[in-house]
């Protein structure tokens, strides 16, 4: 029995590839930082509810330990993520007014919440007999993407998952018998983004659920979207 644990699962994507591993077999923790709608979204799925905040050290702890007590994790899918300099209408935070708050704040749940996680979890992975990370992350965060990109589209946020696909690459190589990916699902229609995204969830979750269901023979160290594997 595959045990996954989901950050950030009570709605979009997470909530999405959650359902997609619970129908999978997968016995699936539905992290959510709000308690209740993390309830009604793990009772919809038959998944468990857990609560997790990946910004609070000591949510972090609670979670992994009681994980821990109920037989341990094979797959850790690091989902939560911010973007606050994306308001509500579909404007950006113009450049002039980031601010180191605003960036930390991003950098908190995006970066050092995926830390956490890890720190939190990876003695627990270590003891799966097929232990798999999946970290979403995004086109925006490969540079070679980025700066191919016509529009203006924050700071912050590309930054922290340019972050992101670095402490993939280097964490794939101290924990080779773990296989950790970064994964970018695609312009999905989301809160995220004002639901403004092109593609469904289902069409979203598919690449999350893919790298995390690759088994102990996969690749690691990589950046996979919709299509493969992809330049970092
Ligand atoms: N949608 C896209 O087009 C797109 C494209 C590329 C990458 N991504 C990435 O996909 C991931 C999922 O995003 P989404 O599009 O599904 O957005 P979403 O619908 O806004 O979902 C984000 C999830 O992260 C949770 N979250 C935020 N801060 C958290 C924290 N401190 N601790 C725990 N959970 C937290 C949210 O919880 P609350 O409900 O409590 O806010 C929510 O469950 C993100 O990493 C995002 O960067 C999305």
Known sequence: MTRTLITGANKGLGFETARRLVEAGHTVYLGSRDADRGRVAADELGARAVPLDVTDEESVRAAA????????LDVLVNNAGIAPEWRADNTVVDARELTPALIGQ?????????????????????????????????????????????????????????????????????????????????FTGTDLNGNSGTQTVEQGAEVIVRMATIGPDGPTGGYVDVDGPVAW
């Open 65 to 72: 330990a009681t994980i821990e007590a109920e037989g341990g």
């Open 106 to 186: 991003t950098f908190e749940t995006n970066v050092f919440g995926v830390v956490r996680m890890l720190h939190a979890f990876l003695p627990l992975l270590g003891r799966s007999a097929a232990p798999v990370v999946v970290n979403v992350s995004s086109s925006l965060g490969s540079l070679s993407r980025l700066s191919g990109h016509p529009g203006y589209l924050g700071v912050a946020y590309p930054a922290s998952k340019s972050a992101l696909n670095s402490l993939t690459v280097q964490y794939a190589k101290a924990f080779p018998e773990i296989r950790i990916n970064a994964v970018c699902p695609g």
